[in-house]
């Protein structure tokens, strides 16, 4: 898990609560990105960073929020959970956008009750 | 919808034995990227092979691929315990410079001693 750490690494909330999981990376990697992992749904790109501020939305963004104001900080916020959001969140990075690899993050289980 | 869709969903053999495991997609691609990914943990990068290659070789992997049929295999020589795991091909599409990675539903990988 190339110098990847992602904080919770399970949580347990309440449906309506807000909900932040945070990503940091020690790679210098320019880009950052969120994924969900669900059963027969894959991984699936929930949003990225391009840079310090730069941040665009992925597939299934509806929901959630980013923040990036450090490079090696990307923290994913539900603003109000619900049980959809039930899931394994992956933070991965690359060194540039048209890098052909990404790294991932160890993950976070969380648990919408 | 799902650009990558790998089969089998589950693959169970002994050790010593060859995995074999394909992806199929829908899109015209850059390059395919498969992952693998062990019980609780982030997906770990396994091979990448680009749209204007058929074969790609690392160590125990075999990797084709077939731009006409929108597929690619993965093949596992002589597998070992140390392998069960889920595997996940991700199809790379340019997009105003940006790689964007699409994951498959994934292979879980059984290998008996």
């Known amino acids: 898990d190339a110098g990847i750490t992602q904080s919770p690494r399970h949580k347990v909330t309440e449906t309506g609560t807000p909900v932040t999981l945070r990503c940091h990376q020690t790679?210098?990697?320019?880009?950052m990105y969120w994924y969900r992992q669900d059963p027969g749904h894959g991984l699936r790109l929930i949003h990225y960073?391009?840079?310090?501020?730069?941040?665009d939305k992925g597939e299934v963004s509806d929901g959630y929020s980013v923040s990036r104001s450090k490079t090696e900080d990307f923290l994913l916020t539900l603003e109000s959970a619900t049980s959809s959001q039930t899931s394994v969140y992956f933070c991965?990075?690359?060194?540039?956008?048209?890098?052909?690899?990404?790294?991932f993050g160890p993950g976070t289980r969380l648990t919408v009750t | 919808s799902q650009q990558g869709e790998e089969d089998p969903q589950a693959l169970s053999i002994q050790e010593g034995e060859n995995a074999t495991m394909n992806c199929s997609y829908k899109t015209s691609i850059n390059n395919l990227q498969w992952y693998r990914q062990n019980s609780g943990r982030g997906l770990v990068h396994l091979i990448l092979i680009r749209s204007n290659e058929r074969e790609k070789h690392s160590g125990r992997l075999r990797v084709t691929l077939d731009t006409s049929k929108k597929s690619s295999s993965l093949l596992i020589t002589a597998s070992r315990a140390a392998d069960t795991a889920s595997y996940f091909c991700?199809?790379?599409?340019?997009?105003?410079?940006?790689?964007?990675?699409?994951f498959g539903t994934g292979t879980r990988l059984l290998v008996s001693p």
């Open positions: 960073s391009y840079g310090v501020k730069d941040t």
């Open positions: 790679e210098n990697h320019r880009y």
């Open positions: 991700a199809t790379a599409i340019m997009n105003t410079g940006f790689q964007k990675l699409v």
């Open positions: 991965a990075i690359s060194e540039a956008g048209t890098s052909p690899e990404q790294y």
